[in-house]
């Protein structure tokens, strides 16, 4: 049997499977080494992945929620140097597969208190498997900024104070490019993360974001300003002809189709018309779900001024829409990007909002909770309760916030602070759009009734990422957007035959870890992980993985002490409904939210709180307790 090496270069490791030591075992797919690096004392020592976890969650969010579980002391304040940040790649990263060289971070969250995991594209994860790790565990916190530097088997922290703190992202990317390898892979903060900024994200190759749940910040509490990587071993795959010959027919039948190739063409613009079509895209702090400017920030207003593409490591389908007006150049800005900064924000001038995306991705802002913070300071502008000096619509005032909060200067010291806190402090809590204390995204539930549950249930916080019902309900039409009859079920199960995307399916997905943009199903996974396990995976188990992978993190927010699963109260109650567009008069109703969170809750096999029963645990193989 030949054995395969991604890229073709002499390998070090390999892998026999089911053997936890991994000493002197080849091994397939993973490494079999984590880094553990405790920045307080300066100490790093590699042991060896647990592959039993492995087996259990696969990779990606499975084993770093199993990581998590297992390294964050229970309750600890998230902000404290005992919580850990954890860097995670999938089997698949390294290889060839499309869309799964993707990166996923962890801890617990600044912002929300529970599990945050968040991933990012570009080429870190794979210079990570050549490195030799399939995870690092970050602890402590330094006594002065630092640099973690990772060549191969050498780990060492460059001092940082003098030359990056401060830094912006691209910057500081390029400084290091020239100061450590040219090949030099980082993911880092900007001056956002250093300022202990909430919502301040991570970034790698420029434009990729670890954006939501703080994970900058918490690179910031540790005085870590960026981990740089760099690695010259390879991936092992086993058998390298029948591997190769799979992923050719996959990559042909599954990945290059129409219904994966728009990511190409338009990527997530594309979503502006039909989310504003069905009056479900926030506009002027969620005061409307229809934003008459919309034409002048959709994808055929972006593609006009595009001037490329780009994509992650190996990624045959290269989402990334490069855009350049106004002298801005920069990738996106995706949807989620357009939706809260853009229409939310009542901007629709295509070149401020380029501006506005691009500030944001220099100071290390999440872009999501940027935009929700500053519609939610014009709101409270507009209405008198306070003066923000922003107002809605484009503006000096506009562009210049997320520099002014990423430095905590003027008005951005108050903004600082996120949506909830800062309505609070005004006495408007009733407008602040959030969930569990994570700014909501771009999808308004009073006409897409499926979302109300998505957010409500989802493991972050407000989060469009672990249920998508907004492809029934929205872009398909395969379910009446307007009732919660059935939804519980398919923000569990999801419906993959038309890319909406549930619970379940999303955690294995995601501990691929395949990018939401490859519309893959249970069977094509199925198809792919007997690679990795030199086995057959029934489209069954697949799903039971997700389950299981979604019930452990249920366990760990409520170790931690998760809040109660709900919404901001405009969104379900009667008053709450639109008077004007397309969802005018749609109304969830308090009565149907939570008669239809206890129909999910029993669905899940779950208690009248939300939590897992012992019967439930034991049937889907979880492996950790209450
Ligand atoms: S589809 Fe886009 S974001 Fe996803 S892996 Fe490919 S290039 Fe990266």
Not at 407 to 430: F, K, N, S, T
Request: glycine share 12%; net charge negative; hydrophobic share 40%.
């Amino acid at each position: 049997m030949t054995r395969g090496v991604f890229p073709q270069q002499p390998s070090s490791w390999g892998r026999a499977c089911g053997d936890p030591t991994t000493k002197g075992v080849v091994l397939d797919f993973y490494q079999g080494k984590v880094l553990r690096v405790d920045l307080g004392s300066g100490k790093a020592e590699a042991e060896p992945l647990n592959l039993e976890w492995a087996e259990r969650y696969f990779g990606g969010k499975g084993l770093l929620l199993r990581y998590l579980w297992e390294e964050v002391p229970p309750k600890v304040d998230p902000w404290s140097p005992e919580n850990p940040v954890i860097l995670m790649t999938g089997p698949f990263a390294g290889t060839n597969v499309s869309t799964a060289s993707r990166l996923v971070v962890g801890a617990k969250s600044p912002i929300t208190g529970i599990l945050d995991d968040s991933y990012a594209g570009g080429s870190f994860a794979p210079e990570m498997k050549f490195a030799g790790y399939d995870a690092i565990i970050i602890t402590g916190k330094a006594a002065e900024p630092v640099v973690l530097w990772i060549k191969d088997d050498k780990v060492e922290l460059l001092a940082a104070a003098a030359k990056y703190w401060g830094l912006k992202t691209s910057d500081l990317e390029e400084a290091l490019r020239d100061d450590l390898d040219e090949e030099v892979k980082v993911l880092s903060i900007g001056p956002a993360g250093e300022n202990l900024i909430p919502w301040a994200c991570l970034s790698t190759d420029q434009f990729h974001k670890a954006g939501r749940g703080g994970h900058g910040a918490l690179f910031g509490a540790k005085n870590l300003k960026a981990v740089a990587i760099r690695g010259t071993g390879s991936v092992s795959v086993g058998d390298a002809r029948a591997f190769l010959a799979d992923m050719r027919r996959i990559h042909k039948e599954y990945v290059l189709t129409p219904f994966n190739l728009w990511a190409n063409e338009e990527g997530t613009p594309i979503l502006v018309d039909p989310v504003n079509g069905a009056g479900v895209l926030p506009t002027r702090n969620w005061s409307a779900g229809w934003f008459a400017g919309a034409a002048a920030i959709n994808s055929e207003a972006l593609l006009k001024v595009k001037v490329g593409n780009r994509a992650c490591y190996q990624c045959a389908i290269g989402c990334r829409q490069v855009h350049e007006a106004g002298g801005v150049r920069g990738e996106g800005p995706e949807y989620e990007t357009i939706a809260l900064c853009g229409a939310n924000c009542g901007v629709d001038d295509l070149e401020a909002l380029l501006r506005f995306n691009r500030e944001c991705d220099e100071w290390g802002l999440d872009t999501i909770s940027c935009g929700a913070v500053v519609a939610l300071a014009m709101d409270m502008t507009e209405r008198g309760v306070a003066d923000f000096g922003l107002r809605f619509g484009p503006s000096a005032a506009y562009l210049a916030a997320p520099g002014l909060i990423a430095r905590r200067e003027g008005i951005g010291a108050e903004l600082a602070v996120g949506a909830r806190a800062l309505a609070a402090r005004y006495g408007v809590p009733e407008l602040a759009m959030e969930v569990k204390n994570l700014e909501l995204p771009g999808y308004d539930p009073r006409g897409a009734f499926g979302m109300s549950i998505a957010y409500a249930t989802s493991d972050r916080g407000g989060c469009h990422m672990r249920a998508y019902p907004i492809a029934d309900e929205v872009l398909e039409g395969t379910r009446p957007p307007d009732t919660l009859e059935g939804k519980a079920a398919q923000i569990i199960r999801g419906n993959v035959d038309n890319g909406f995307i549930g619970q379940n399916f999303s955690s294995i997905k995601f501990s691929g870890i395949f990018c939401d943009f490859w519309a893959v199903t249970p069977g094509q996974l199925a198809q792919m992980f007997k690679h990795v396990w030199k086995r057959e995976f029934s489209e069954d188990e697949i799903m039971l993985m997700g389950e299981r992978i979604w019930n452990l993190g249920r366990l760990f927010n409520l170790r931690e002490g998760v809040e109660p699963d709900a919404l901001p109260r405009k969104l379900y109650a009667e008053e709450g409904a639109f008077p004007e567009g397309p969802s005018a008069g749609k109304a969830i109703g308090e009565e149907a939210f939570w008669a239809a969170l206890r129909e999910y809750y029993e669905l899940r096999g779950w208690d009248e709180r939300g939590v897992p029963t012992e019967a439930k645990l034991a049937e889907l193989g979880v492996d950790v307790r209450l």
